[in-house]
C-alpha cells in the first residue's frame, strides 16, 4: 500500500504515503481487535452456559446455581479446590478447559481471517485520492474522546454505586447520626439479649482519628519534603542532585505494607520505650507512630511536587534579584519562595489527600479501635480501616454493618475531593504568569 502511494503522482496525493499506510492498518486491524475484546467480554458467560446445560440437574439446581458456578471456576483456577471438588464439580470443570481451548483456536482463526479480508478490503479501495491524514487524525480524535469519555463514566459509576449503596445504609441510620455521633460500634446484635453489639454509627471518632494522624504525618512530610526540595533545586550541585533526588524519590516505590511493618516492629516499639522512660504512658499501637512513618511516605511526594515548582520559576527572577545585590537566602525567601507558593500549597493539600486514603500502616501501627481523642499516644483509627474491617470476609449487603462501609467511602470521596477542588482554586488563583 505504502508502495502504492510512493509510486503515484506526488502531486495526486492528498496526504504524506505513512498515512496511507496508517489508515490501511487501521481499517484492517481495527475490526479483528473489536472481535477479540468483544469475544474476551462475553467468553465467560457464554462457555459457563455451555457448561450448566450438560449437568444432569441444572434446571432443578436453579436456586443454587450461583454457588455451583463459584465451585467451577474456583476448581478451574485452583487445583487444590479442583482436587477436593466433587466429581460434578470436576467434570465441569474439565468441559470449560475444553471448550475454551476451542475457543481460543476459533477465536484466532476469525480474527485472523477478519484480518485477511480487510486487508485485502482495504488494498481494493484504498486510492492516492482518498484524504488518508484527514481520516487518520478524525479516527485518533474519537479514540482519544473515548478514553476521555471512558475515563468520566468509570468515576460517574463509582459514585453512583457508592452514593446507592450508602442511600440504603442512611434509610436505616440516620444522617445526623452517623456524622454527628460520638460512639462506632458496628456490630449489630443477631438476638435481643446479645451483649457487646450496640450497632452505634457514629462516625466522630473515625474522622477525628483520620485527621490526627494526617496532620502528624503532614507535620514530618511537610518541612522535610519542602527543606530537601529547596536544597536540591538551589543549592545542591549537579552531581549531588542527581544522587540525591532518584534515592529520596525511591521512598515513593516502597510498598505500603513495608512502611507498615518497620512502624509495628520499630517505631511504635521505640516510642514506648521512650514514654517509659520519660513516664509517659505510650499504647504500643498510637496515632503518633502511624503517624510519623506515614510522614515518611510522603516525603517523596512533597519533595517532588515542590522541587517541579520551585525549578519552574523563571531564572530571570533569580537573576534580576542578585542584580540588584541579594543574598542566595534572600532571593529564595524573598523572591522565589512567593512566586511557586501557590504550587507548593496545592500539592501540600493533594499531600493530605493522599495521607488521608493510606490504609495500611494504620492498620499495622494504630490499630483498629475507634477512640474519640485527641492524644496521639493513644490508639486510633481510621475512615479507610474501617472500610476494610467491615467488608472483609463474606458479608451480608443487606445488613447496616457492611453498608456502613459505603457511607464511610461516600464520606472520604466527599473530603478529598474538596482537598483537591481547594488545592485547584489556590493554585488557579494565586499563580502568577511571567513572560
Known amino acids: 500500500m505504502l508502495r502504492q502511494a510512493r509510486d503515484a503522482n506526488a502531486t495526486r496525493l492528498n496526504s504524506l504515503p505513512e498515512y496511507f499506510g496508517m489508515l490501511g492498518a487501521i481499517w484492517a486491524g481495527a475490526p479483528a481487535l473489536l472481535v477479540y475484546f468483544v469475544w474476551l467480554a462475553f467468553e465467560g458467560d457464554i462457555l459457563m452456559a455451555q457448561v450448566l446445560e450438560m449437568l444432569p440437574d441444572a434446571d432443578s439446581m436453579a436456586a443454587t446455581q450461583e454457588l455451583l458456578i463459584g465451585d467451577i471456576r474456583n476448581a478451574i483456577e485452583n487445583p487444590i479446590s479442583y482436587r477436593i471438588a466433587s466429581e460434578e464439580v470436576r467434570m ?151 544522587a540525591v533526588k532518584p534515592l529520596l524519590e525511591i521512598l515513593a516505590g516502597v510498598p ?32 503518633l507512630a502511624a503517624g510519623f512513618v506515614m510522614g515518611i511516605m510522603i516525603i517523596p511526594f512533597v519533595s517532588s511536587i515542590s522541587d517541579d515548582v520551585i525549578t519552574a520559576v523563571p531564572q530571570a527572577m533569580r537573576d534580576g534579584s542578585l542584580a540588584m545585590g541579594a543574598t542566595h537566602s534572600e532571593t529564595m525567601r524573598r523572591v522565589i519562595l512567593p512566586a511557586a507558593l501557590p504550587g507548593i500549597i496545592g500539592g501540600l493539600l493533594l499531600a493530605i489527600s493522599r495521607a488521608i486514603g493510606e490504609t495500611m500502616i494504620v492498620v499495622m501501627a494504630a490499630g483498629l479501635s475507634a477512640n474519640l481523642t485527641a492524644n496521639p499516644l493513644e490508639a486510633v483509627t481510621t475512615v479507610t480501616v474501617q472500610i476494610v474491617t467491615l467488608l472483609v470476609g463474606d458479608q451480608e449487603f443487606d445488613s447496616p454493618k457492611t453498608l456502613a462501609a459505603f457511607a464511610l467511602g461516600l464520606a472520604l470521596f466527599f473530603i478529598t475531593l474538596a482537598l483537591n477542588f481547594i488545592a485547584l482554586y489556590v493554585v488557579r488563583k494565586y499563580r502568577e504568569q511571567y513572560e
Open 92 to 242: 465441569a470443570a474439565d468441559r470449560y478447559r475444553e471448550l475454551s481451548q476451542t475457543a481460543t483456536l476459533a477465536l484466532t482463526a476469525t480474527c485472523l481471517s477478519v484480518f485477511a479480508v480487510c486487508s485485502a478490503l482495504a488494498l481494493k479501495f484504498m486510492t492516492p485520492r482518498i484524504r488518508a491524514r484527514a481520516q487518520v487524525e478524525k479516527i485518533i480524535r474519537g479514540f482519544l474522546l473515548l478514553c476521555s469519555m471512558l475515563a468520566i463514566f468509570i468515576t460517574i459509576g463509582i459514585v453512583l454505586s457508592v452514593l446507592f449503596e450508602a442511600s440504603r445504609f442512611f434509610q436505616i441510620v440516620s444522617v445526623t447520626e452517623f456524622l454527628f455521633g460520638l460512639d462506632w460500634s458496628p456490630q449489630m446484635a443477631i438476638r435481643e439479649d446479645q451483649v457487646g453489639s450496640s450497632g452505634a454509627f457514629g462516625a466522630v471518632p473515625l474522622f477525628v482519628g483520620t485527621l490526627l494522624i494526617s496532620f502528624i504525618a503532614m507535620l514530618v512530610a511537610a518541612p522535610v519534603g519542602l527543606m530537601s526540595a529547596i536544597y536540591l533545586s538551589e543549592y545542591a550541585p549537579s552531581k549531588v542532585r542527581a
Open 256 to 287: 505500603t505494607v513495608v512502611y507498615g511493618f518497620f512502624a509495628a516492629i520499630v517505631v511504635g516499639p521505640a516510642l514506648r520505650g521512650f514514654g517509659q522512660s520519660v513516664g509517659l504512658d505510650v499504647a504500643s499501637e498510637s496515632a
